[in-house]
C-alpha cells in the first residue's frame, strides 16, 4: 500500500470509531485503530477543519490532564441513498449518524426500464432535495444500492437479474443531474457509502 491508501484507511478506521461512538477521546481512538496519537491528531485535525469532528467536552481526568471528548458532528453533510430493487426505489436522506430526515418510495413497475427507473429515481433525490432545503448543510455524497454484478470502482452495473438490467453506466447517469461525490454498490449498503462519501 502506498502513503495515500494508509492514510485513507487511517482516516476511515477513524470515522468508524467516531461513528460508532457517541463520544470518545483521542487516546482511545489511537487504541482501538492501532494508530500512534499524533497520526491520530492529524486525522482530527483535518476531520476538525471538515467540520466533521466536533469537541463535546472534558473528560475525567485519571491523573494528568482530563481528555478532550470528540463526537462526529452528524450535522456537517447529509448523505443520500438510493436503494433500487425489482419492486421498488427508496431515496433517503440522512445525517452522518444515517438518522433519517426525509424518505421517498415508488413502486417499480414491470414494464420499467434502467433510464424509467433511474430518472424517475433523479425526481425522487431532487424532491427531497428540494423539500428540505432549510435542513441540509451540503450533500456529502450519494450512494446508489442495486442488486446484482456491480463494477463499483466505475459505477457501473454489470449485470442484475432482479431488475433485469445489463451494462448499465449508473454513475454515469446520475453525474448528469447531480454534482458531487456518487457511489455505486452492491445492495444495501448504506454505511459504506457514507464512509466513502467521507474519504
Known amino acids: 500500500m ?9 482516516k ?4 468508524d470509531v467516531l461513528w460508532r461512538h457517541d ?4 487516546a482511545e481512538i489511537a487504541r482501538m485503530v492501532n494508530l500512534s496519537q499524533p497520526t491520530v491528531l492529524r486525522i482530527i485535525e483535518d476531520l476538525k477543519k471538515k467540520d466533521i469532528v466536533n469537541v463535546t467536552e472534558i473528560g475525567v481526568s485519571s491523573g494528568g490532564r482530563p481528555p478532550v471528548m470528540l463526537e462526529l458532528n ?24 444515517l438518522n433519517i430526515i426525509d424518505s421517498r418510495i415508488r413502486d417499480n413497475q414491470s414494464a420499467d426500464t434502467s433510464l424509467s427507473i433511474m430518472t424517475k429515481a433523479v425526481e425522487m433525490v431532487k424532491s427531497v ?18 442488486p446484482g454484478l456491480v463494477d463499483a470502482k466505475q459505477g457501473y452495473v454489470i449485470y442484475s437479474n432482479e431488475l433485469k438490467w445489463s451494462e448499465v453506466s449508473a454513475r454515469k447517469f446520475f453525474c448528469q443531474h447531480f454534482d458531487g461525490y456518487i457511489t455505486v454498490e452492491e445492495g444495501s449498503r448504506l454505511s459504506p457509502c457514507m464512509r466513502k462519501c467521507l474519504e
Request: net charge negative; hydrophobic share 35%.
Open 2 to 10: 502506498n502513503s495515500s491508501n494508509v492514510n485513507l484507511k487511517n
Open 129 to 146: 432535495i428540494e423539500d428540505n432545503r432549510e435542513r441540509i448543510r451540503e450533500i456529502a455524497g450519494i450512494g446508489v444500492c442495486v
Open 23 to 26: 463520544s470518545v477521546f483521542k
Open 12 to 15: 476511515t478506521d477513524i470515522l
Open 74 to 97: 452528524k450535522d456537517a453533510y447529509n448523505i443520500i441513498s438510493l436503494d433500487i430493487d425489482e419492486y421498488r426505489t427508496e431515496v433517503l436522506l440522512t445525517d452522518l449518524k
